[in-house]
Structure formats: C-alpha cells, structure tokens
C-alpha cells in the first residue's frame, strides 16, 4: 500500500485526522457555554460532570482540572464513570472567589490492558501473549515517558521480571497499587481538553439566609419622632429571636425637599413629611452620606457591631436615583437625562412614576467613565464601613454593562460581598442579571398562589438555566408590593406565605409589618394604604393577632 503525503492545512482528510476521538459534552454547571460563571458557596461539595465517550471500546480517562482566579497553578481531581457515558467529580469548593475548571480526557491503555486482562483470566484462556503485551506496553512507557516515568516504571518490571508463575504475574498486573502507579505514569493518548468555564463561588449566606426589611425612620415607637439607629438596636434581640440573619435598610441617606412626596405617595408634601427615602439627596449630602436624624457614622458602625452581635448581617440598599436636590446635580451635571426644554428627566418604572426622582444617564458623554466610576465608589465606601450585602433597585432600568463591570470590580476586592436584585420585570432579563453578577434576585413568588402555579414554579426555578445561575428570594411582600392574596385572606393566609417561602427556596425574606398581618390597601391596588415609603409608622410589635411564634 502506497502512502500519499499531505501537507495542505486544509486539506479536508488532514483537518479529519487531527480531529479528537474522545467527545466532551454536556459538562456542567455551565451557563452559556461559560460566558458567564455558574453560582456555588465555599465549602461545599460541586459535582463537575461530563458526558465523555470515544468509538470503540476503549478505557479512558478523565479528570477535572481547576484552578482560583489569579492562581497559575492548577490542581487535578479524577472523574469517576457514572454509567451510560456520564462522568463526575466531587470538588469541595474554596473560600469565596472566582474559579476555572475544565475537562481532560484520554485513552487509557494500561486501563484497557488490565481490563482485557481481567476478563481473559476469568474466563480460563491462555495468557502468556497478553502477559508478552504488558511487558512491551509498560517498556514504552518507560521508553517514551521521560527519566521520572522511567524511575517510577522499573520496580514494577522488577517485580514482573521476579514472578514464578502466570498466576503471579497476572495478580501483580491486576493489584489495585498498580492499577494507581499506572494511573499517574501511563501515556495519555488521543488527550483532549474542554474550554475553561467558570464558577462563582460565594458565601453560604448567599444561598441561604432569612431577611427582615424594616424602615429604621419608623422605630421610635412615637408617631411624632423619626426613628434612629438606636432605636434599631433596642428591636435587634426581637428580630434575631424570630430567627432572620439579614437586617435590611431601605435608603438611609439625606432625602430632597424638591417634589417630595406626602403621604400615599400625594404629589405634595405637608409640613413634618419625611418624603420618599428613594429620593436620595440633599444639601447634607447624596449616596456617601446619613441622614441626620438616623444617626451618625458613629452610631452606624455601632449599629453594625450590635447587629453582628445578635448574629445577623446589615445589607444597604442601593438605589441609583436622585432628587433634584443631590450635590451630584450640582458637581456633574453632565451626568443626568435632560428634556429638549432643560428640565430634568424624572424616573418612571410603569406604571409606576416618581416626580421626585431624577435619572442618571450612564452613556452621556460627560458621565463615561466619571459616573460609573462614582457609583462603584459609593459601594466600596460602604463596604469599607463593614456592610457587605447590598439590595439593589430596580437594576433592570439600568445596563447590564455596567453591572457586570461594577460587581466584578467589587467582588474583586472583596469577594465576600452579596448582591440581591429587586428587578420585577421579564424573565430573560431576571436571569441575565443573575448571569451577569447578582448573587440573588426577587422572584414571581408574590404572585404564584394556588397549587399548580407554585408547583410549576418551583420546578421552573430548580432547571436550568435558573438553576446554575439564579438564586431565588422569596420576599412575601415589600413597601411596593401587598399582594392580592394576604389583602383577602386574613391571619392564616400569612402563615400559609410564610411557610411556603421558607420551604420553597433557601432565601426569603419580609418586610416588617408582615407578622402583625398588616394588610390594609389603596382600593384596587397592591399597594399599602398609609405607605411607610411617604410617612413614619411606628408598631406595637406585640398587638394581637401576630403570628410571632
């Protein structure tokens, strides 16, 4: 038989030759073919698995091979077959951090060897052809392998060399120690690897945790005095005893006197109205800052300390609006959406309106990069005051891009930081926000109700692409939100939401007011009568009728 040289890289026998036997697929946790990084939490088992299979009847091998983000050192973990060509691995994960695994996968010829061998011995046959095999297979190892290899070879042929009989022989082959040295020195042949794909790895907290959201301008207990961060820390032993690990903070900075709402949300405010906390922004300061009658720095780093004492953690939340009143408008005014006929642009988020809040243009000309570069700025400020959860609003109104660059920048540096997202809106862009950072996110929860919406739903939530890359918060209501369900169904509908949310996802969350079994709404809508968003609203949090355990 002739032999015909080809050199032409294009050549379409040449480009099938180099193409690999061994077919890597359907390896997991992956999202979008790891543009984006599934989530996990440290110190955790991940399964890492593969469909892997080769024509023939070969042996491979497999392992997965995965290293941290920054680290050029890689370390090895072997997959095991599952049946029916699936392959796993068990990584327990490492603290808090970006990292990268791929697939590697080979033909193992000692492995098919030792097999072959097994099955010839069991069934009786003549094997000293087989045995000739191993001794010329385990030579070119040794040959072909390198001054290491070659070491570790030789005591093995040793001890081959020294077998009295076949039956020795084939029990030195088939020992589970040389099944191991075999292992780690035979060649890999036919080796192909997988892309990289990477994982987030994050802190339990992220994947389970219960949240209390509360409105600290309203815990005074006096109607006639806005509330402050002591008054927070009197309640903090009643809520830590109704078991939530997250105490939330709508804004809590100074609020604009411009448009500033009254009460259920009327366009204009009367004497004593304390506005909406979502219009951030005063003469005393914008996202960087307290409002006065809160407290101080002082008292929010003692604040933090007592939280952390009853075994919780603060999360902040994180609204890009401002009043008309914020500094930035008058530092930057190239940063805002302005109208043809100079007025600024207010926020709107349909159906809903806010005249006292004005918007942010992230792509003016004079806003890249200052104003993202501010936004990441304030995050980072208050990550360096201690909090390390950050509930963000509405973070569907603004880009993924900047999203996906802010929380790398900031996970980055502190990768102990969580992020939930309070985006209500379509689904694909829910999921997006997960993919590009957010370690949490709102759900639909508030409007599935009876029985088949919830099942299909928590099924939804529990496949991919949710599940790798989407971490639900089953809030049972919100300032914005008092569902249809709790306004008609009285204490047992609350305790029905509750265990529902607790059972259905690691998170969930309420915000206060929800076991008084509060229920009391503008006629036709979801939403509170006597808002706490536009006014104080302190609470006897023992009246009758809670459902406080």
């Given at each position: 038989m002739s032999s015909i040289v080809r050199n032409s890289d294009d050549d379409p026998l040449v480009i099938a030759i180099q193409q690999p036997r061994i077919a890597i697929e359907s390896v997991s946790p992956v999202v979008e073919e790891g543009a984006y990084p599934a989530k996990t939490e440290s110190d955790r088992d991940l399964r890492l698995a593969a469909r892997i299979f080769a024509d023939g009847h070969e042996v491979l091998g497999a392992e997965v091979v995965w290293r941290r983000v920054g680290e050029t050192a890689e370390r090895r973990l072997p997959l095991l077959p599952e049946g029916n060509d699936f392959w796993s691995a068990q990584l327990r994960t490492p603290p808090c951090g970006r990292l990268y695994f791929r697939i590697e996968a080979w033909i193992d010829r000692f492995a098919g060897y030792r097999r072959e061998l097994r099955?010839?011995?069991?069934?009786?046959?003549?094997?000293?052809?087989?045995?000739?095999?191993?001794?010329?297979?385990?030579?070119?190892?040794?040959?072909?392998?390198?001054?290491?290899?070659?070491?570790?070879?030789?005591?093995l042929a040793e001890r081959l060399q020294a077998c009295q009989s076949v039956e020795e022989r084939v029990a030195l082959w088939l020992a589970a120690q040389t099944g191991e040295l075999l292992r780690l020195v035979g060649p890999r042949e036919h080796l192909v690897r997988s892309r990289e794909y990477p994982v987030e790895v994050e802190r339990p907290l992220a994947r389970f945790a219960s949240w209390y959201e509360l409105f600290p301008r309203s815990e005074s207990g006096d109607p006639t005095r806005h509330g402050t961060f002591d008054d927070v820390i009197r309640r903090l032993p009643q809520i830590a005893a109704m078991g939530f690990d997250v105490l939330y903070f709508p804004p809590i900075h100074p609020i604009g006197r411009t448009h500033r709402k009254g009460r259920n949300n009327s366009l204009r405010a009367e004497a004593g109205d304390p506005g909406s906390p979502y219009a951030i922004g005063s003469e005393e300061g914008g996202h960087e800052a307290i409002h006065?009658?809160?407290?101080?720095?002082?008292?929010?780093?003692?604040?933090?300390?007592?939280?952390?004492?009853?075994?919780?953690?603060?999360?902040?939340?994180?609204?890009?609006?401002?009043?008309?009143?914020?500094?930035?408008?008058?530092?930057?005014?190239?940063?805002?959406?302005?109208r043809p006929d100079g007025s600024l642009r207010y926020a709107e988020n349909p159906p809903k309106k806010y005249e006292d809040i004005v918007n942010v243009d992230f792509y003016a000309e004079q806003a890249l990069p200052s104003l993202w570069e501010a936004l990441r700025d304030v995050v980072l400020g208050w990550v360096e005051q201690g909090v390390t959860l950050f509930r963000v609003d509405n973070p569907h109104t603004k880009p993924l891009p900047f999203w996906e660059w802010?929380?790398?920048?900031?996970?980055?540096?502190?990768?102990q930081v969580i992020f939930l997202s309070e985006a209500f809106t379509r689904p694909a862009m829910m999921a997006r926000l997960g993919k590009v950072g957010f370690s949490q996110s709102?759900?639909?929860?508030?409007?599935?109700?009876?029985?088949?919406?919830?099942?299909?739903y928590f099924a939804e939530l529990n496949q991919p692409p949710w599940r790798d890359c989407y971490r639900p918060n089953f809030f049972v209501?919100?300032?914005?939100?008092?569902?249809?369900?709790?306004?008609?169904?009285?204490?047992?509908?609350?305790?029905?939401r509750a265990a529902l949310a607790t059972m259905g996802s690691g998170l969930w969350g309420m915000y206060s007011g929800f076991e008084l079994c509060e229920a009391a709404a503008l006629p036709g809508k979801e939403e509170y009568l006597d808002s706490e968003k536009y006014q104080l609203r302190p609470r006897d949090y023992q009246a009758p009728g809670n459902i406080v355990a």
């Open positions: 099955a010839k011995h069991g069934a009786r046959l003549p094997l000293d052809l087989e045995l000739r095999e191993g001794d010329e297979l385990l030579q070119r190892c040794a040959e072909r392998g390198g001054p290491e290899i070659a070491a570790a070879c030789a005591p006065p009658e809160l407290g101080d720095r002082e008292d929010f780093r003692r604040l933090l300390v007592a939280v952390r004492e009853h075994g919780m953690e603060l999360a902040l939340d994180f609204a890009i609006q401002c009043s008309p009143d914020h500094p930035w408008l008058r530092e930057h005014p190239g940063w805002f959406a302005w802010l929380i790398a920048e900031v996970r980055g540096r502190h990768p709102y759900t639909y929860f508030t409007w599935r109700n009876d029985k088949q919406e919830l099942a299909e209501n919100t300032p914005d939100i008092n569902p249809w369900f709790l306004q008609r169904s009285g204490r047992p509908g609350f305790l029905i």
